[in-house]
């Protein structure tokens, strides 16, 4: 998972529900009951979504599964929203990126004579407790009185996507739900890890799924990405794992301690970079965008290096000679 402290909600959910055990679990344990018997879920393969918007590029936040319902090929797109509040344009949203999965299906495809099913699933979490209040049916976002709308029934767009309102959920509720280990920590932990002042006492809750995750065969790389996602969001310490640890064992805490060297070492990078990009644009103006990205994208030898030449280059080519 990348530690990316802008957007470790999207990143933690997408590295998770890329796996398709753990995608199928929280699918089937959301749609209609009559759907779940139709669909093919050893046949889930992960697709490409750079296609789907280019808005969602750097949020990681939407997924894409290419999959069978009743023999007939099927997609089903999951999209992750973490946010205080529920964005109300979202069905209209889901409408263009299933125009944009059906085009790059016939794309694809051209000798198909009919688009495929895209079922739209949107997972709603934040650490607020905020339910959704939004419309779920693009219809509804349309501008009609009530005479109107009857009248225009028949022609309106009917597209509804699913909605898994995890941040309505309680703990325990959330708890008792048929999800994989790894699912289920993922949304447990964007409930309550954020804003909490002391998630000790709600992380041991998820000791029997940790206990699971870390005893499989990339166990201590499974914590890894839980404990990154703690100290990226969370008011947590090195320290506040020792009962976790005590619980957990020594994978426990050797993926710790490689996760908050890691996140130190991201941290130092970062923050010189920061540093860099500051003096530069006080040195020489606004920088281009493939300056911005070399920074970004540098090693902290690299930036320390660029930061000292600030002092002797008279144009902003010399610095990355």
Do not use: C
């Amino acid at each position: 998972m990348p530690a990316n402290p802008s957007s470790p909600h999207d990143a933690y959910f997408r590295r998770v529900l890329s796996v398709p055990a753990n995608a199928a679990s929280e699918i089937r344990d959301t749609i209609p009951e009559p759907l779940i018997g139709r669909i093919d879920w050893d046949r889930m393969e992960l697709q490409p979504v750079s296609f789907v918007s280019d808005q969602l590029d750097s949020r990681f936040s939407d997924i894409l599964y290419r999959t069978r319902l009743d023999g007939h090929t099927a997609y089903i797109y999951l999209l992750v929203e973490h946010q205080s509040r529920s964005d109300r344009f979202m069905a209209l949203r889901i409408m263009e990126y299933l125009v944009n999965i059906w085009n790059q299906h016939r794309h694809q495809y051209p000798d198909q004579e009919t688009p495929p099913a895209v079922l739209p699933l949107v997972v709603h979490s934040n650490g607020t407790g905020r339910r959704w209040n939004a419309p779920t049916e693009l219809s509804e976002l349309i501008d009609l009185d009530p005479a109107a709308r009857a009248a225009l029934a028949p022609y309106l767009p009917r597209l509804r996507f699913l909605l898994d309102d995890v941040a309505a959920l309680d703990l325990p509720a959330l708890l008792a739900r048929d999800l994989t280990p790894a699912t289920r920590v993922m949304l447990a932990l964007h409930k309550i890890a954020p804003r909490n002042t002391d998630p000790r006492s709600d992380i041991l809750k998820l000791i029997d799924d940790l206990r699971v995750l870390a005893s499989g065969p990339d166990g201590i790389a499974e914590l890894q990405v839980v404990m990154t996602y703690i100290l990226l969001v969370g008011d947590f310490a090195e320290a506040d794992f020792d009962l976790l640890i005590d619980r957990l064992g020594p994978r426990a805490k050797e993926a710790l301690m490689t996760t908050a060297e890691r996140l130190r070492a991201e941290g130092q990078v970062e923050g010189a970079a920061k540093v860099l990009t500051h003096l530069l644009t006080v040195r020489f103006g606004a920088l281009p965008p493939a300056t911005i990205h070399t920074i970004r994208t540098g090693q902290l030898t690299q930036i320390e290096t660029w930061t000292a030449r600030v002092l002797t280059a008279t144009t902003l080519g010399e610095i990355f000679v």
